[in-house]
């Protein structure tokens, strides 16, 4: 072990280490079967899965938690990883706003009928909630711990060590005194969201040049929601020039979370400060201004940019990549949330039966991935749908009333098996056919 105690010089341990985390002393091993990167919900689901297969697993999180994220608005299919991993109950019993409904707005102003996702299937696993993901993700954090992981807050991986033939061999990581500690471990399963470190660190991370995207985003008091079932919807409001779109996400305690979405250079170059545009943009929103007539904004204005990409290889061997760290689309339809929890249970899975065979090469750690990435793609597909400029899913449904099922399968997540993509048969020949008009008129 080594202290240095002038400043720059790198401090470190070997061994195992009592560090206090989580308000806690708490002991931190120098050797672990499973290392799982950050306490999002990708991570503390993965790691919730491998410590309940009885596996020695450590899960780090360099903010102290709770920390406070965006991305409040769930899928109704996150119910059968939020199931698996033991926390329905407690979300029922916490009193989010439940949200049993997404409804699209024109830029006109024009109203679509709410996709309600009982009326589609009336099962309990059709309501989902509108979360605070301070609350929410601390919870799957805790609920990791429970479980047998050990968990540290305000610690940070600093790096992942990888042998001569490629494969990860351990991290080091950095607590809150800024002591680095080297860990082995036989799996490093990656969920650090868009910093994306082992993404980063071997050049893996592509960028969708379709969707350089920027947010700006607050919140409000005293919004007006949907009324009845609709009082929970996500509403996603285009503006006049179709340029940009809201997020309007009912939370609890009266607040709405509301977020503007455009092209990185259209929202955020030469445009002043971000709260001068988002109020630009809100002039233009006709569907949204009536909506936040008497209410107060009560939170800060924020901002993120460029979140989408995807990466080229998402496992190897010894290490796999889970939630945004694998990949993240678009927030228009909400679904950065369930694709966390969905890969951190299967990669989860996957770790716990390579730990349990000792086969820690990339495909068993990533055999779950490629029928993932079917999945996304048909949520890519539809968000490409959605800003195709000249194309309306009002009009679409007008035209194909018989898809109304398969549109709402879509926006409650089922994306996995056949015929899951079955509306794009049509809505591909619409897009196309949408495109020629406006060429010709
Ligand atoms: C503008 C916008 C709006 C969105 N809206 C929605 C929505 O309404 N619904 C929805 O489902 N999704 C939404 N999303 C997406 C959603 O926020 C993410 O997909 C989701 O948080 C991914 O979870 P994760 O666990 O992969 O990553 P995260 O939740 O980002 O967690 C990763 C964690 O890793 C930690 N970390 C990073 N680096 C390190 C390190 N070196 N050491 C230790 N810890 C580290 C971070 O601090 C973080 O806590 C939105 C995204 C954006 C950009």
Known sequence: ????????????????????????????????????????????????????????????????????????????????????????????????????????????????????????????????????????????????????????????????????????????????EGLDHDIDCRVVIDGTGQQSFIANKLGLKEVDPHLKKAAIWTYFKDAVRGEGDNEGATIILNTEDKQAWFWFIPLSRGITSIGCVGDHAYLLKGRGTPEKVFQEELDRCLGLKPRLEGATQVGETRVAKEFSYMTSQSAGDGWVLVGDALGFIDPVYSSGVYFALEMGVRAGDAVVAGLSKNDLGGEQLGGWIPEFKEGVGWIRKLVHAFYSKEFSIGRFMKEHPEHHGNVTNLLIGRIFGSGAGAVFEDMDASIKRAKMESVES
């Open 1 to 176: 072990m080594s202290l240095g105690s002038e400043e720059g010089q790198t401090r470190s341990s070997r061994g195992a280490a009592w560090i206090f985390a989580c308000g806690e002393w708490l002991l931190m091993k120098s050797s672990y079967d499973c290392v799982v990167i950050g306490g999002g919900p990708a991570g503390s689901s993965a790691a919730t899965i491998v410590a309940e297969g009885g596996f020695e697993t450590l899960l780090i999180e360099r903010e102290p938690m709770p920390r406070f994220h965006v991305g409040e608005s769930l899928m109704p299919e996150t119910f059968w990883a939020l199931d698996r991993l033991g926390v329905n109950e407690r979300l029922r019993a916490n009193g989010w706003q439940v949200k049993k409904s997404v409804q699209f707005v024109t830029h006109k102003g024009t109203e679509s009928a709410p996709f309600f996702f009982r009326q589609h299937d009336d099962r309990d696993c059709s309501d989902t909630w509108q979360v605070e993901r301070s609350e929410f993700d601390k919870m799957l954090f805790d609920r990791a711990s429970e479980v047998g992981a050990d968990t540290f807050d305000q610690t940070r991986l600093i790096d992942v060590r990888f042998d001569e033939h490629g494969r990860a061999r351990g991290v080091v990581v950095r607590d809150k």
